[in-house]
């Protein structure tokens, strides 16, 4: 994904010192007991999912809260568990040397933002989408070690003028920062439209909060298609594959012969990230 990725892995920088997601509100509820795909709700029923409290508005079973209408999102809880279809234990496995910046509890908070993420279709697609998802992170930030670009020569890239809103925070403001190495003002401005926050006046968000650097990496992998023809979670749920999120990712210099060597290594990522999920890899697993 030229306008947003990194070109090359190298171009990210260990982040000093550890950053914490932002506390729940002292406000918010007690975490009502898990959802249960098993279990019959009726109308005013009160489930816990990814960590937020789900009313139902009428009868349901097996329908994912967040990824139907049929549940009303009464916002974030306290004192539940994480349900996410990769367990806290798993995201250690997989990211072992990770920076402290990059936090389980960070990846759970931005869960909200697109609860369709990794919670629609069987827990085999679900399960898959979230090992891709994790696959591009780990090739992106060299196993979440990294928060953003090392090479400063390169942050004035970053910054297209000929956008009507320019680049507010500085023309060198706009380098590459999180899990996918988000950057771009114009990239910046859109997300933050999207998400609620003023990333283009204050880009430095996405490297001091875990969860807004989590939910960028979302963004990009819910909403655009990149060099692709669909987003990447449209790949997984509606089953192209890994290859097309590697196409709508970084397509126009990996896929098609561009660089037949990184495409081999974020494969060989995902199949051993699928290892560690207990999930087989499934089809069209290269572009």
């Given at each position: 994904m030229s306008t947003v990725?990194?070109?090359?892995?190298?171009?990210a920088a260990f982040l000093p010192g550890a950053a914490h997601?932002?506390?729940?509100?002292?406000?918010?509820?007690?975490?009502?007991?898990?959802?249960?795909?098993?279990?019959?709700?009726?109308?005013?029923?009160?489930?816990?999912h990814h960590g937020r409290n789900w009313t139902a508005k009428w009868w349901t079973r097996?329908?994912?809260?967040?990824?139907?209408?049929?549940?009303?999102?009464?916002?974030?809880?306290?004192g539940g568990v994480s349900d996410f279809v990769i367990s806290e234990a798993e995201f250690d496995e997989i990211f072992p040397e990770r920076a402290p910046f990059y936090t389980y509890q960070g990846l759970i908070d931005a869960l909200h933002a697109y609860p369709r993420f990794a919670n629609t279709g069987t827990e085999a697609t679900r399960s898959r989408e979230a090992a891709a998802f994790l696959t591009h992170a780990d090739f992106e930030s060299v196993g979440l070690r990294y928060v953003k670009e090392i090479n400063e020569a390169n942050y004035w890239i970053k910054c297209d003028y000929s956008q009507p809103f320019g680049c507010p925070a500085g023309r060198s403001a706009y380098y590459g920062r999180g899990p996918i190495m988000f950057s771009w003002n114009f990239n910046?401005?859109?997300?933050?439209?999207?998400?609620?926050?003023?990333l283009l006046n204050d880009p430095w968000l996405v490297e001091r909060d875990p969860s807004v650097?989590?939910?960028?990496?979302?963004?990009y992998w819910n909403t655009q298609n990149g060099p692709g023809t669909m987003t990447s979670h449209d790949a997984?749920?509606?089953?192209?594959?890994?290859g097309e999120t590697i196409r709508s990712l970084n397509g126009s210099l990996e896929c098609d012969g561009g660089n037949p060597e990184s495409v081999a290594a974020r494969v060989a990522k995902y199949e051993r990230i699928t290892g560690v999920v207990g999930v087989d890899p499934g089809s069209g697993l290269t572009c």
């Open positions: 990725l990194s070109a090359v892995i190298a171009m997601a932002a506390p729940v509100s002292a406000a918010a509820e007690r975490c009502a007991p898990l959802w249960s795909a098993s279990t019959t709700y009726t109308a005013g029923g009160s489930v816990s097996n329908e994912n809260p967040g990824a139907t209408t049929v549940w009303e999102d009464r916002g974030a809880c306290t910046y401005k859109a997300a933050g439209d999207a998400l609620g926050l003023d650097a989590w939910q960028t990496a979302l963004w997984m749920v509606g089953g192209a594959g890994f």
